[in-house]
């Protein structure tokens, strides 16, 4: 299982709710969630072999912005 | 999978404690903590599920930490003067070595995540409190009146005495040093009071 750390615009539980069945489609995606409360608004996922550039492009697709972050 | 670093962990929760006291929940972000800690906002996220999932962890290990520095040589059957004896040099030893952790536990006991800190908190300590206060009840070495009341008498001087000290000042900017001698003549008066 592997963690990806994204950065997002993804400001609260309407549009949370937008993005939601687009990860939940993911099958390799194990777990996620975003964390509102914070200014980067971070969507963290846990997943098995997944690349950040899919969920990039997933998030982008759906009108937000979205950057994987590193260690 | 990422290994768990516990100087990383460490550092990371000195700095929230420290952040969230300083400048209250509201100025508190994951970026700014990432930045004081000399970590990336990634690397919290490896740690913690979100922003409350930390404050949340680091509630626990506070709490939990108090609690076993509370108890230590203490048992719920000493009896009543010599239980609270020892809890009062624990507790006041503790917020003295600690005053930023205690200062954060009362802040998050403020804020809506009370709820939640409460349901987290583990029966051990509340149990040790509860049968000691009834076996002193039992033995009549304790008078009965309602917890609040109880609370307020047994450990509310103390505390208050530990804020004087930090604080560096009593009533009136007088100046103040908390010793072992005023320590013990307040605890004696505490008994009396409590004493049927």
């Known amino acids: ?71 | 999978m990422r290994t768990r670093d516990d100087n990383k962990i460490q550092a990371i929760r000195a700095h929230a404690v420290e952040m969230i006291v300083k400048q209250g929940f509201d100025g508190f972000s994951m970026q700014k903590l990432a930045k004081a800690a000399g970590v990336s906002p990634a690397t919290l996220y490896i740690y913690y599920k979100d922003r409350e999932d930390l404050i949340m962890q680091l509630w626990a290990a506070s709490f939990s930490a108090m609690a076993t520095a509370t108890l230590k040589n203490f048992d719920p059957s000493m009896s009543f003067s010599e239980g609270l004896r020892v809890q009062w040099l624990n507790r006041a030893k503790y917020c003295l070595k600690y005053p930023q952790e205690m200062q954060f536990m009362e802040q998050l006991r403020h804020s809506p995540l009370q709820e939640k800190a409460l349901e987290m908190v583990d029966g051990g300590f509340k149990n040790a409190m509860y049968t000691f206060v009834n076996n002193a009840i039992k033995k009549n070495e304790l008078v009965k009146v309602q917890l609040e009341v109880y609370w307020s008498i047994a450990f509310a001087p103390m505390y208050n005495l530990v804020k004087f000290h930090l604080e560096g000042q009593s009533i009136g900017g007088k100046k103040f040093t908390l010793t072992d001698k005023v320590l013990h003549e307040t605890l004696a008066l505490v008994i009396k009071a409590l004493t049927p």
């Open chain 1, 1 to 71: 299982m592997e963690l990806l750390i994204l950065k997002t615009n993804i400001n609260n539980k309407r549009q949370v709710k937008t993005v939601a069945p687009l990860l939940n489609r993911q099958a390799r995606i194990a777990r996620w969630n975003i964390d509102l409360h914070d200014v980067d608004k971070i969507l963290r996922i846990e997943a098995a072999e997944l690349h950040a550039d899919t969920v990039v492009q997933l998030i982008t697709e759906a009108g937000f912005f979205c950057e994987e972050l590193h260690d």
